[in-house]
């Protein structure tokens, strides 16, 4: 697997490197010891999926604060996500700044975001279904959301979420 440096400190596209043969396809597409060795997390402790039949369903913009942070290594397994990673570190040198990767079932790359960024996605098919790693438990007390057209983010988005869920649409404006 190759790590794709973005414009988010910490945060890269994860390639894989698929070895092709007669029967198809095979790819690693987690690997602690590589992970460690990029010093990325290499431990997670919860894997999450949604399934997404409208294209145009936006999740997010979403993270857990200290001391629940969470690292999150996400991919689509079906469809396509314009997915996000936002940098919410204040003592960040890309503070506020974000990354935005399409991310292809067919493709197998992956987006990985680091504890202290808020995660976010719009589907760009129907019938789209994101599966993600996390390396910290649920923690509702610890979670936070920021809006995915808030101004403080200049965030472009490909299209206006068609589905959104009340908390997401009328989260507050981010103060820094
Ligand atoms: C995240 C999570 C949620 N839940 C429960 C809480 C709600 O009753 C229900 C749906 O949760 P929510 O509306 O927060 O689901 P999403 O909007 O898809 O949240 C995710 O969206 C963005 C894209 C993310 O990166 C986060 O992983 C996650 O926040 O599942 C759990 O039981 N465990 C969990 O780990």
Known sequence: M???????????????DPFVDERGIFA????????????LVDRFVQTNTSFNPQKGTLRG???????????????????????IALDLRADSPTYLAHVAVELD??????????????????????DCEAFYLVSENYSPE?????????????????????????RDASAEDYAS
Do not use: M
């Not at 913009?61 to 997915?83: I, N, S």
């Open 61 to 83: 913009l979403h993270w857990q604060e200290a001391p629940k942070g969470e690292a999150k290594l996400v991919r689509a397994t079906r469809g396509r996500l314009f997915d």
């Open 28 to 39: 690693r597409t987690f690997c602690a010891e590589t992970f460690a060795a990029k010093g």
């Open 105 to 126: 079932a067919d493709r197998r790359n992956a987006l990985y975001v680091p504890v202290g960024c808020a995660h976010g996605f719009l589907t760009l098919t129907d």
């Open 142 to 166: 610890a979670s936070r959301a920021v809006r995915w057209d808030d101004p403080a983010f200049s965030i472009a988005w490909p299209a206006e979420p068609q589905v959104i869920s009340p």
């Open 2 to 16: 190759r790590f794709v440096e973005t414009a988010v400190a910490g945060a890269y596209v994860v390639e894989p």
